[in-house]
């Protein structure tokens, strides 16, 4: 699991309390029900309206997956597919059925099982396109709600401020009631704020980075699986792949295998 988003959160948050301490503020007076109702509830609302019902249902596991998420370990992949390039070439592709079972990247496990089934080069190929262009398309779809709320949020917030002054100016008999009405006003601007660059845009990006990431590892597992499927030289087909490692992880990578 990758805590840097979580650690991010919880910097960001921890700083912006230890400001307020440090001014002599309360956290008290930075509560008020009607901006929270004001921001969350018309942010969600705006973004229902973007996007329809099953889409939305999957807003909380899109937050998880940014929050949670294991970057693919491409080394351990590669490894894997030389391993079964050369069980491949040593004993011929339909050996490779007994080794499906220890697979758990389902992309390999894919390309791996058409390959035994003795489909065709260009079908495997295309099965593993397409089914990475659907994780991209529903990445995608849920960087787009994350994008969505952290566009509407401050929005919100600033419609709940200009309600907030158009309620206090309509109340200016009471000089002494001025002040108060005036910070309420400014709270919602500050939740838009906090919601949308304190979390859920960074959390967009990082979303945005893992998709980068898995598709990266997806390409490595095609270029390797085709090149098993044609009977390449494991040692070349590692070569191959070897060459989207950047180069201190290849150092690595290649003196942990005593190369």
Known sequence: MDIATILGLIIAFAM????????????????????VLMVFGGSLGT?????????????????????????????????????????????????????????????????IQMSVDGSR????????????????????????????IGRFAPAMGMIGTLLGLIIMLGNMSDPSAIG???????????????????????????????????????EIIIRGIMALQSGENPRLIEQKLNTFLPPAVRKAKEAKEGK
Not at 68 to 84: E, G
Not at 123 to 136: D, F, G, P, Q
Not at 140 to 147: S, Y
Request: with cysteine; glycine share 8%; charged share 20%.
């Open 16 to 35: 912006m309390g230890a400001s307020v301490i440090m001014g002599g503020g309360s956290f008290a007076s930075f509560w008020d029900t009607a901006s």
């Open 47 to 111: 973004v229902m309206v973007c996007f329809p019902m099953k889409v939305i249902l999957k807003l909380p596991k899109v937050m998880i997956k940014s929050a949670l998420n294991k970057p693919p370990d491409v080394s351990a992949l590669i490894s894997q597919i030389v391993s079964l390039a050369e069980t491949a070439r040593r004993d011929g592709l339909l050996a490779l059925e007994a080794r499906i079972g220890e697979i758990q990247h389902p992309l390999i496990k894919l390309g």
């Open 121 to 148: 080069p260009e079908a495997i190929e295309e099965v593993m396109r397409t089914e990475v262009e659907s994780l991209s398309l529903r990445h995608k779809e849920g960087k787009g709600m994350l994008d969505q």
């Open 180 to 218: 108060g009405g005036m910070a309420v006003a400014l709270i919602t601007t500050l939740y838009g704020a906090v919601i949308s660059n304190g979390s859920i845009l960074p959390m967009a990006e990082k979303l945005a980075y893992v998709t980068k990431q898995e598709i990266i590892a997806s």
